[in-house]
Structure formats: structure tokens, C-alpha cells
């Protein structure tokens, strides 16, 4: 049973409108993480919370914004979408311990906007 | 800022043959980084394949070898024999925070393709 659940697989938006993609961890992780990859580029770390709180925001658009309701869900709320938005999102989890920790993944969201 | 620079695009290796996938990095606010192999199998999320956080030490796991060379900045992934279920997206990364493997640069990636 996957452990990270992203949600939905796939997404198809419409420029200017807005999307959330869903994240919930059931491996008991106190940090959660979104990473992207648009075509032809490696992921790139987006934001990392732990005990729910943004300890790192590499994103410089606010279009990007975090929301942790509970603390195993990290969701990706993206506002006013480009095309260049397009890529895939992947969420991830670690249990925080010094120099240690190993990322979990999700099976990632696909996002295309039109 | 750093970087991780890997074989591009897709590899194709036959059944039982062997494999090497180069990976070079570049890390600009440490001297000797954390490296990782992920692996990324098809409907799947990245899982850990090895890492090592000792230059000059060698990480193992399925087969899989990568030696962390600091003469050369690099951690280039090899295995003797290859399978067709090894047939995945692999990807090399560092990670530069002295109290955290979290925040990942990556590779972009390659994808190997082991035919029968």
C-alpha cells in the first residue's frame, strides 16, 4: 500500500485558474516536502514543513502556497496557473533526525495547463 | 549554486550486461556533500537506492555500487549484471545542509531500459 498519497494523478488546467494537489503521509514522518520537475529539468525542491511549520520556501512566486491542515497533509495550493506551471509535483516525507533522514516519495501529480 | 550533472536521456542495456550511469556534482556551500542514488520504478514515487556521506566510502544496495570520489566529484552508479526489473528512472542528488538530507539537488534523471 503506498504511504505518501498524492492526489489527483493526473490534473489538466486551464491558464489563470487555480488547483490544489493533495498530500498525506501515513508513515508517521514529523516533516513533509513538495519537489517539481518540469520536462527536461531534475527536480527541484519547492518547500519543506516540519511539525507543520514552513521551515524553507525556495519558491519565489506566492502563486506557491503550502497548506497543512493536519500534520501528516502538506497540500499545494496554485493560484493564477502558466503554462509553465506544467510539470510534475511530487510530495515527500522524513522523519527529521541530524544528517540522517531519507526521503520518502509520492507517486507524484502531473499537472498540464492549457 | 550546486548541481548534479548525470548521464542524459535514456540508457538500454541488455539482460545480464553490465551498467554505468555517470554522475558529476558541483557543491558550492560545502566541501563534501551527502550523495544519493533514487530510483524511480514506472507508477511509482523516488525511493532511496544508496547514499553515502563519507568521501573515498562505496554505498551498496540490490546490486547496485556507487564509490564517492572526491578527487574527481563524482558517484557514478554501476552494476555487474543488470535485470529487466531494474528497468527505472534513476537519479543522482546531494545535499548540502550540514543537519539535513532533505533538501535535495538532483539529476535529471535517466532511464534505464534492460532488454531481454
Redesign the interface.
Known sequence: D?K?IQKPKYLVAVTGSEKILICEQYLGHN?M?W?R?SA??????MF?YSYQKLM?N?TASSRFQPQSSKKNHLDLQITALKPDDSATY?C?S?Q?R???????????TRLTVL | GDS?TQTEGQVTVSESKSLIINCTYSATSIAYP?LFW?V?YP??????LL?V?TAGQKGSSRGFEATYNKETTSFHLQKASVQESDSAVY?C?LSDL????????????TKLSVKS
Open positions: 503506498p505518501i516533516a516536502y519537489y520537475q527536461k529539468k531534475p527536480l527541484e525542491f519543506s524553507d525556495q511530487f515527500a522524513s527529521v541530524e544528517g540522517a533522514e531519507t526521503l520518502y516519495f509520492g507517486s507524484g | 548534479v551527502n533514487y524511480r507508477g511509482e514515487g523516488l525511493q532511496l547514499k556521506i537519479y542528488a550540514g543537519g539535513s538530507n532533505a533538501k535535495l539537488t538532483f539529476g535529471k534523471g
